[in-house]
């Protein structure tokens, strides 16, 4: 037992020292006396990030992270990762940052930095055409699939409980692709997902008319990086400011999803 206390505490000395570190260190300075930034994206989350057919990467945040390193004058490399791993690649430093549909929230600001937002990411109820769903209190008696762990899964829990919405059988499934050849195979018929994956859903099952039902939420979406690192957090800053105002941002928006960043979002920036 002594043993075992003994190895825990140096442990938590070990990680504290490295958290100490690690908040002295100079990010931006770092990515660019090696030359290079180490990114962190999700493809297996389209638009945001995803393979054309000749088995190039595209999308959303792909882009942006392609612009970050040319205006920064150095290498990208950009590391595949997924929605339940995205924190713990950047806590361990196997990226620098993450650009992967990270949608700002109290929790996540606790322990890692979020960039201010460069887009929006409204959180949706889909469901076929038929389904007369029009507020939360319409899925009374319904079975509804989300992504474990996600907003989507978050804002639908929340708001099924703040407003005692009887009945609700939430399915949860590990991820977005995963929730959707659920809804697609006719598993479940409505979904809570992100806009991203309720555009799928529609584009994908033409027959069933998908639509969008209503809104749950409208969260903003930022650049994820570790505590600890101001200089890159304000170089960043200072870009989206300067990509939302000149309208970069918006267009790749445009290109992907068929819509404009809010305006919202792009006046934050002025």
């Not at 945001?48 to 000749?54: A, F, H, Q, R, S």
């Not at 392609?66 to 690649?89: E, H, M, Y």
């Not at 978050?154 to 708001?159: K, R």
Request: charged share 25%.
């Amino acid at each position: 037992m002594k043993l075992h206390k003994a190895v825990l505490g140096l442990a938590l000395t070990m990680s504290l020292a490295l958290n100490l570190n690690s908040a002295k260190a100079d990010a931006l300075k770092d990515i660019k006396d090696r030359g290079s930034i180490t990114v962190g994206v999700d493809f297996t989350h389209p638009p945001y990030g995803m393979l054309n057919k000749e088995s190039q990467r595209i999308g959303t945040d792909f882009e942006i992270a392609t612009l970050i390193a040319r205006d920064l004058g150095v290498k990208l490399n950009v590391v595949s990762l997924t929605g339940p791993n995205r924190i713990s690649f950047l806590l361990t430093n196997k990226v620098d940052i993450v650009i992967a549909s990270v949608a700002v929230t109290p929790d996540r600001e606790k322990i890692i930095d979020l960039t201010r937002p460069y887009a929006n990411q409204p959180t949706l109820l889909v469901a076929p055409g038929k389904e007369n769903l029009k507020s939360i209190q319409d899925l009374k008696g319904k079975t509804v699939a989300v992504e474990r762990g996600s907003t989507a899964d978050l804002n639908l829990t929340a708001q099924v409980k703040n407003n005692n919405v009887p009945d609700v059988q939430i399915v949860r499934y590990l991820d977005e692709a995963t929730t959707r050849t659920a809804v697609l195979s006719g598993q479940q018929s409505v979904a809570a997902a992100a806009l991203a994956d309720a555009l799928t859903i529609k584009q994908s099952s033409p027959a069933m008319n998908y639509e969008y039902k209503f809104e749950l939420s409208d969260d903003r979406l930022a650049i994820a990086m570790r505590k600890g690192d101001p200089e890159l957090k304000a170089w960043l800053n200072t870009w989206i400011g300067k990509n939302l105002k000149d309208g970069t941002l918006n267009a790749i928006w445009t290109k992907y999803f068929g819509v404009s960043i809010p305006k919202s979002v792009i006046d934050a920036a002025a």
